[in-house]
Each structure stands twice: as structure tokens, then as C-alpha cells.
């Protein structure tokens, strides 16, 4: 029984699936939940990608998707919201009169810079990268609250033309015991990104050794997510993703249904 907490579908602009295709997908691998995750991205540098989300139409097809498989899965409307900070306003704004069950804040740009191009990751040294990206980061979580999940907090590792793109803990620990103990203390949480493997990063988004320090330093809430754009990505790496939670201390992941963890033994 899995709960793929990261699905995007046609309404994110990259998402290449329908929410009736996701969810027959993952009823066939044995999940019970999942949280439809699709993009908005306020301000995103590269302006020939718009991410957009028209709240009523998204809101509309899922109520429809429960309509036909609520039976057989349960749907969690939810959100992956690109955090920068000059545009934290508006994403308080626009969630302000939003019915969400879940929202991951993920950080896709840096300093106005598009992640995707290379554009930030160009001239650096990988150090100096990584840690100018944690620092962006945390400045995110530090200025946005309205989340629950923290989305693949080392996705910096897919951009850089680097030979050795890990981010290992002992390389920028003081950092990210800092994001750790500021999204712990605050009630929210981190995700375990099983799309890693995907991007050949040989690892979940974090890493293990990420995954098993934030639990040292008392984090409790965690989901598991695909980050699918595909019915194939759905819940892919699940297994693998929950002996990886397992192996860090977790005992529980949690589901959410009116914005609160729930914590489902694991
Ligand atoms: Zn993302
Ligand atoms: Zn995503």
C-alpha cells in the first residue's frame, strides 16, 4: 500500500498525463492515495514556460477523477508551489482563498535564475553553487510558512555539469541543519523524491544521509513522492524509497487531508 505524495498531470505545463491515466496507473501498483501535485510557479525566469494553475478547472477534474475512481483510491488536491522570494506575497495570496489539502513549496529558481537552463550553475564551482542554492532555500522556508513539505530539497544536483553532482551532509551540514530545524520546529515537513533516479542521480531527492539527519534532529513529518509526469513514474522506486525511510528511523510517513500530518505506519 503506497501514497505517491508528487503527481503532476496536463495541468502542469511540462505534465504530460491526464489525472484519469495517473490514477488508473497507480491503482494498478497497489497505491491507496495520491496527491495530485500540479505547478504553479509564480514568476518562473524562463517566461516561455508558464506555470500556471487555474484553480477552478484543476479543482473541477479532480472532483470529477473522485467521481470515477474514488472508489478505489483516494484523491488529495494538492499543490507544488515554486517558492522565490520576491514572490512570497503572492503565493500567500493566491493560496489565501485556495481549498488545499497539501501544498510542497519547491525551489526552482535562484536569485531570478532559471535551475532548468544551467544559467545558475554556469562559472561556479559545484561548492559555491550548492551552497548559494541551500542559502536560497532557506531563505524560502524561512519566509514562506504556508506549506507542508519541503520538495526535493537537493534538486540543485540535476543542473550542474558537474562529474561528481552529489550533495553530500558533511559538505554543507551547518546549512541544512538550519533548514532542518526551521521546518521541524515550524510543524512542517520534508519529501522523499523517488524522481532522483530518473535524473541518474543514482539516489532519492535527498539522499539518504540528508534523510537520516533531518530524522536525528527530531523531523517526524515525510512523504514519498514520484514527482510523476508519466503513468510509468508513478510510485516508481516506492519500495526502495520506504527502506530508505525506514533505514533513517522512520517509522511513520504521513498523508494529509485537511492540512494536518496524519502518520501512517510504515
Ligand atoms: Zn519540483
Ligand atoms: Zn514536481
Do not use: W
Request: hydrophobic share 35%; aromatic share 12%.
Amino acid at each position: 500500500m503506497y501514497y505517491d505524495y508528487h503527481i503532476h498531470t496536463g495541468f502542469s505545463s511540462d505534465g504530460r498525463m491526464e489525472l484519469r491515466q495517473a490514477c488508473a496507473a497507480a491503482i494498478a501498483k497497489d497505491v491507496v492515495e495520491i496527491a495530485v501535485t500540479d505547478h504553479l510557479d509564480i514568476d518562473y525566469p524562463d517566461s516561455s514556460i508558464e506555470f500556471d494553475l487555474d484553480y477552478t478547472l484543476y479543482s473541477d477534474a479532480i472532483d470529477r477523477a473522485r467521481e470515477s475512481f474514488g472508489n478505489k483510491i483516494s484523491i488529495i488536491k494538492g499543490i507544488e508551489i515554486g517558492v522565490q522570494p520576491h514572490v512570497i506575497k503572492e503565493c500567500v495570496d493566491y493560496l489565501e482563498d485556495k481549498d488545499f489539502q497539501f501544498i510542497i513549496a519547491s525551489v526552482h529558481a535562484v536569485k531570478k535564475m532559471d535551475l532548468h537552463n544551467g544559467e545558475f550553475c554556469a562559472n561556479r564551482t559545484k561548492k559555491e553553487t550548492y551552497f548559494e542554492y541551500l542559502q536560497e532555500v532557506y531563505r524560502c522556508v524561512d519566509g514562506f510558512s504556508r506549506f507542508n513539505v519541503l520538495g526535493h530539497i537537493d534538486l540543485i544536483r540535476r543542473y550542474g555539469d558537474y562529474r561528481d553532482r552529489s550533495l553530500r551532509y558533511p559538505d554543507y551540514s551547518d546549512i541544512l541543519d538550519e533548514i532542518f530545524r526551521l521546518l521541524i520546529s515550524t510543524g512542517r515537513g520534508l519529501e522523499i523524491n523517488t524522481s532522483g533516479f530518473r535524473y541518474n542521480l543514482s539516489s532519492t531527492m535527498p539522499d539518504f544521509d540528508l534523510i537520516k539527519r533531518y530524522r536525528e534532529l527530531g523531523g517526524e513529518i515525510l512523504t514519498i513522492g514520484s514527482d510523476a509526469h508519466t503513468p510509468s513514474q508513478v510510485a516508481e522506486r516506492f519500495p526502495q524509497a520506504l527502506d530508505i525511510a525506514r533505514s533513517a528511523g522512520f517509522r511513520y510517513i504521513s498523508r494529509f487531508s485537511d492540512g494536518n500530518p496524519e502518520f501512517v505506519k510504515i
